[in-house]
C-alpha cells in the first residue's frame, strides 16, 4: 500500500496532494515523529488532527486561506487549524485580538465571539493552515525545519494553480513570505502584520481585512463569511 493511501486525508486534497506523501522529506518527517513518540514526547494535535485543516475545508470548497505558522503548544490547545483552540479553552492573544478586529470592522458584538474554536469558519470554506503541522509540548517551533514547511507550501501552489480565485489573508513577515508564490493575478491577497499582541498594534487593528474579504467574496459571486463563531 502507498504511503499516500494509508493517510486519513480528505479525497481532494489527495487527488493534489498523494506525490507527496512518497517524497524523501516526508519519509523523513515520519521517521522523526515515531521517534519523537517512542522517546516519550507529548505531540500536538492528535495524529488524527495533523491534517485538520485540509480535512474541514475540500480543496474545491477553499475560498479563504489563513496562514499560520506553528500550532499551538499548551494541553488542549491545538486541534489542527490555525488560531483555533477547542471550545472551553481560553482563546490565546492572538486571537483574542482577531476577535477585536472583527468587532470593530464588522460592528459585532462581543457575544459572537464567547469561545475560540473557529469549526465554523472551516465549514465555510476558510482553510486554517498553519505553515508547520505538529510541535512538541511546551516547546513552541520545535518541529519547524523537519519538512511540514515543504508540505504546506505545495499547498499553497495547488491552490494558486486553481482556476477558481480565492482570497488570501496573510498575517506577519512570515505568512507574507510564505505566500510569496500566490498567483496575484487570479487570486486576492491581503495582507497586515500578525495579529499578537507584540505586532498588532502596527496596523493589524484597523486592516479591516474582514469586511474587505466579504467585499472580494461577492465580487467573486460568493456568498460573504459570517465571521461570528457562535
Not at 24 to 38: G, H, I, N
Not at 122 to 137: D, F, R
Not at 169 to 195: C, E, F
Request: glycine share 8%.
Amino acid at each position: 500500500m502507498s504511503e499516500a493511501k494509508k493517510i486519513q486525508l480528505d479525497a481532494s486534497w489527495l487527488d493534489q496532494l498523494a506525490p507527496e506523501f512518497e517524497k524523501d522529506y516526508m519519509t523523513s518527517l515520519r521517521q522523526f515523529l515515531v521517534a519523537e513518540k517512542a522517546k516519550g514526547k507529548v505531540i500536538f494535535p492528535a495524529g488524527n488532527e495533523y491534517f485538520n485543516a485540509l480535512n474541514s475545508t475540500p480543496f474545491d470548497r477553499v475560498r479563504v486561506v489563513i496562514l499560520g505558522q506553528d500550532p499551538y503548544h499548551g494541553p488542549g490547545q491545538a486541534h489542527g487549524l490555525c488560531f483555533s483552540v477547542r471550545q472551553g479553552v481560553t482563546p490565546p492573544p492572538s486571537l483574542m485580538n482577531i476577535y477585536k478586529e472583527l468587532q470593530a470592522d464588522l460592528e459585532l458584538p462581543a457575544s459572537a465571539f464567547t469561545h475560540g474554536c473557529l469549526e465554523n469558519w472551516a465549514a465555510q470554506g476558510i482553510l486554517l493552515l498553519n505553515s508547520v503541522l505538529t510541535v512538541e509540548q511546551h516547546k513552541a517551533a520545535s518541529h519547524q525545519g523537519k519538512g511540514w514547511e515543504i508540505f504546506t507550501d505545495k499547498v499553497i501552489e495547488v491552490l494558486s494553480g486553481r482556476e477558481t480565485p480565492c482570497v488570501f489573508l496573510l498575517w506577519g513577515s512570515y505568512a507574507q513570505k510564505k505566500g510569496a508564490v500566490i498567483d496575484r493575478s487570479r487570486h486576492h491577497v491581503l495582507m497586515a502584520p500578525h495579529p499578537s499582541p507584540l505586532s498588532a498594534h502596527r496596523g493589524f487593528f484597523g486592516c479591516r481585512h474582514f469586511s474587505r474579504c466579504n467585499e472580494l467574496l461577492i465580487q467573486m459571486g460568493e456568498a460573504p463569511i459570517d465571521w461570528r463563531v457562535n
